[in-house]
């Protein structure tokens, strides 16, 4: 009998998993995948209700009602320009399937988010990891590993999960010394939280050279990751193409409508930014006086270093606060099996959470001491 089988670029891919599967019983504190911590604008509950007639309906082929909110917001004239998709994966994935061949070469990071070796792979590139100094994207390492195979350069700014983010005039000198045939990707998912007067996000660069590509996510900074929104911005020809690669329906008209209603809700934008400008030092502060190595973030994420010895490793403190229905992100498929990730909750959340980190580290001093 024939058997099916998948492409041999795919067999070997590992499936994604969250700590977010199952149900759990009672109260859950959810730090571990990067959501806004205020939850959306209470204008996206307005604008919800006001299409729940008209769920029936597919979104507008243009979905311009959220195109218009985006150029408006961000001061971006062409709309042919902006290509929004289902989540920044969708056009992640698109890129990949629009860019790289077999046998094709995509430079990651080492501590880049890890979806891009897994859509080179999918598309059947050969993923190229450029080594980080110190946590922080090495340009010198990336443009040691460019060659005349290399289609895309893969740049999470700032990066996730490290939190650490290379200014603008480090991303000019990766752009300037690249082949004008390699597609820079800026991914600027967290770039709202970054408040450095040398960061970027990439705009600018993108309407100034014709091989840069800027992505940007709902998901993050306005608390919309249920519905999956993410946008490009991009040269116009590489947005015909993405246009042309994307599914036609892939972002719900509920999507559109709360995305340009979040746009328009300044206020609690401000209110976002306020809350994590107040909890990552915070936070941060509580791990250090616990005696964990707390890394510099940019973001609306820590990431925390926690000692092999006497039971306080990471896995150990991780099972500890999952008992505890505290998810956090241990970060082994990154390499970094001592680190684990938390994301910014609620203040709520984060007295909750120091306290069960503080019994954690009691509670492992005390059974060895």
């Known amino acids: 009998m024939p058997v099916i089988t998948p492409r041999p670029a795919v067999q070997p891919l590992v499936r994604y998993t969250s700590s977010l599967k199952g149900r759990r019983e009672g109260r859950v504190i959810r730090l571990s995948v990067n959501e806004g911590a205020l939850g959306p604008s209470p204008r996206v509950a307005a604008a919800l209700d006001r299409v729940k007639d008209d769920l029936h309906r597919y979104p507008p082929l243009g979905l311009e009602p959220l195109v218009e909110a985006i150029g408006a917001h961000h001061g971006i004239d062409d709309a042919d320009r902006l290509v929004i998709g289902c989540g920044s994966d969708e056009l992640l994935s698109c890129l990949c399937q629009a860019y790289v061949d077999p046998g094709d070469e995509v430079i990651v990071t080492q501590y880049g988010f890890l979806l891009y070796r897994h859509l080179t792979l999918m598309a059947g590139g050969v993923p190229k990891v450029a080594e980080d100094h110190d946590f922080t994207v090495s340009v010198d390492n990336i443009l040691a590993l460019v060659s005349e195979r290399t289609r895309i350069v893969f740049l999470a700014n700032p990066n996730n999960p490290t939190g ?101 809700d300044h206020d609690f934008q401000e209110r976002s930014l306020r809350h994590n400008q107040e909890m990552v030092p915070w936070f941060s502060a509580r791990m250090a006086a616990l005696g964990l190595h707390v890394e510099p973030t940019v973001a609306n994420f820590v990431m925390l270093r926690f000692p092999r010895e006497n039971g306080r490793d990471a896995d150990a403190a991780r099972l500890f606060l999952d008992a505890r229905n505290i998810l956090v992100r241990k970060l082994d498929d990154y390499g970094l099996p001592d680190h684990v990730r938390v994301s910014m909750g609620t203040r709520d959340e984060m007295d909750i959470t120091v306290a069960a980190i503080a019994e954690f580290l009691r509670t492992a001093d005390a059974a060895n001491g």
């Open 164 to 264: 650490t983010y290379l200014p603008q005039r480090e991303v000019q000198r990766l752009r300037d010394s690249l082949p004008e045939s390699v597609l820079l990707v800026v991914d600027a998912a967290y770039a709202e939280y970054v408040q450095r007067n040398d960061y970027s996000s990439g705009k600018a660069m993108v309407e100034a050279h014709e091989n840069v590509v800027m992505l940007r996510t709902f998901s993050k900074f306005h608390g919309l990751a249920g519905l999956r929104i993410g946008w490009a911005y991009c040269p116009a020809d590489i947005a015909a193409t993405l246009a042309t690669v994307k599914p036609p329906y892939g972002v719900s008209l509920a999507a559109v409508e709360a995305g340009a209603a979040s746009l328009g």
